[in-house]
């Protein structure tokens, strides 16, 4: 894997789609969410890695309320056809656990 191949960029991803639904399972809906809006913007990828750092902060608060909108940068590496999902930065302050 060279890594001059790997193109990266920073999305901010709105999950707010997510709140219109059912309450008690947001968080599941906004993960399947970031796969989708990681699919439409590279068509090519047939395989979509989600960071757990992500995954962690869209379930920080619990599985009713995730967050408004999360920041994170895609990698994809066009020879394997791969994108990983990482996490940018926090958008608030999470507590650790």
């Known amino acids: 894997m060279s890594e ?11 999950l707010s789609r997510v709140y219109f ?3 008690m399972n947001r968080a599941d ?5 970031v796969k989708k809006y990681v699919a439409r913007h590279y068509k ?3 395989k979509i890695v989600i960071d757990p750092l992500v995954n962690k902060l869209i379930w920080s ?3 009713e309320k995730p967050p408004r909108r999360v920041v994170v ?3 994809y590496n066009p020879e394997e056809k791969t994108a990983k999902v990482l996490l940018a930065r926090s958008t608030r302050k999470t507590k650790n656990a």
């Open 61 to 63: 608060r619990g599985r």
């Open 21 to 23: 639904g059912r309450r």
């Open 73 to 75: 940068e895609i990698r």
């Open 29 to 33: 809906r906004a993960v399947r969410l």
């Open 44 to 46: 090519q990828a047939e």
């Open 4 to 14: 001059a191949q790997v193109k990266r960029s920073v999305h901010i991803i709105p």
